[in-house]
């Protein structure tokens, strides 16, 4: 019995050793293929079980004195089979293609250049200040800082931001021509002389009234500050007809009515033909603001208009003289000055054309102021 005993352990441990080893076999092939990365394995695992039962009754063998007791232990043998299927996957290449709708590009926005306001075709920027041609006339140039501040419409120019504000306002001044009989009937403010143009004497008349909105601060400092600078542009301006003329400072010479003693009025001889038969006569009608010249017996008086110097009453004795006043004839300008002595004499100076009138001294004959 106890070879029986020892017989069946030994079978039992045979049975447990060979189930140990196939669970280890099984446990490194799952580790194997867990184990393999770089490929993709698609294991199917079949498992196949054939099971073989052999049964034994069990044998009683009675003796008188021995039982036998045959046990037969039915011994199950599993069989696994694993078939490992190994999928090799090529590595796939997926193409993406993107279909990107082409994309309309706007045309790029030009912004034109801001354009400064086209100035007047008569006035050009130099580097030296904004140049007016007036008219043909003369020549005027203003400061570079006046540029974008002035309006000019035919001979006058205005404050632009007056112009602006209301159409017509804001002139600071004009440019005039006068002939020698008109300037005896009187002309606007003028404080020069500009020159002389085709025999007429051109005249920068400032504006005497305001007729700009005085109620906008803006306005009124604008138009102050550029008639300010009049006084530094007007003495420059150059007469196109008459390049080397000066302009004339004339505001201390007046348009009013005769002004009291000393006066001019009536007839003056040349003073070295006194007692001929003829000698050339100048004629003062200063009520008028008119003058003539005679030259010989046959030709008729060359009229002119004059004006006196406002200073002409400080002329009354022989410590202080002065000229009397400009005379304006036949397209050129003269000044005269008188001396109350004995005898009463008068010198003409000519300031721009002939020298006809200046060739002489005259002496006053009488007080006749007729030009016939």
Known sequence: MKRNVIVLMLVMAALSSCSQKENSSSSELSAKVVATESQTSETSTETSTSTETSTSSSVSTT????????TSTALTTTTAKITTVTATTQPVTTIITTTTEPETTA?????????EAPLD?????????VVWDCGGVCTVTFPLSWKDRIYVEGMSVYSK?????????????SVDLYSAEQIAQGTASCKYLLGISNGKYVFPITATDVNYNLQNPELHNEY?????DLQNIIPNIVCNS???????????????????????????????????????LVVFD??????????????????????????????????????????????GIYRVTYYPSAPVTMNFETLY????????????????????
């Open 286 to 331: 200063s009520a008028n603001r008119t003058f003539g010249f005679k030259k010989d017996l046959n030709g008729g008086y060359e009229i002119g208009a004059f004006w006196e110097n406002e200073n002409i009453d400080s002329y009354s004795n022989s410590t202080y003289w002065g000229d009397c006043g400009l005379i304006f004839m036949n397209g």
């Open 161 to 173: 931001k007056c112009w602006e504000d209301e159409e017509g306002s804001g002139r600071l001044f």
């Open 107 to 115: 045309a790029p926005e030009t912004t034109e250049p801001e354009t």
């Open 242 to 280: 008459s390049p080397d003329f000066t302009p004339i400072n004339i505001e201390n010479y007046t348009q009013s009515n005769y002004i009291q003693s000393p006066h001019m009025d009536g007839t003056w001889m040349a003073h070295d033909d006194i007692g001929v038969q003829f000698t050339p």
């Open 121 to 129: 075709p008569s006035l050009t920027v130099t580097d030296y200040g």
């Open 353 to 372: 054309g002939d020298n006809a009138i200046s060739a002489y001294t005259f002496e006053y004959w009488n007080d006749s102021k007729s030009f016939e």
């Open 63 to 70: 003796s008188s004195t021995t039982t036998v007791l045959t």
């Open 224 to 228: 102050t500050n550029l008639a300010n």
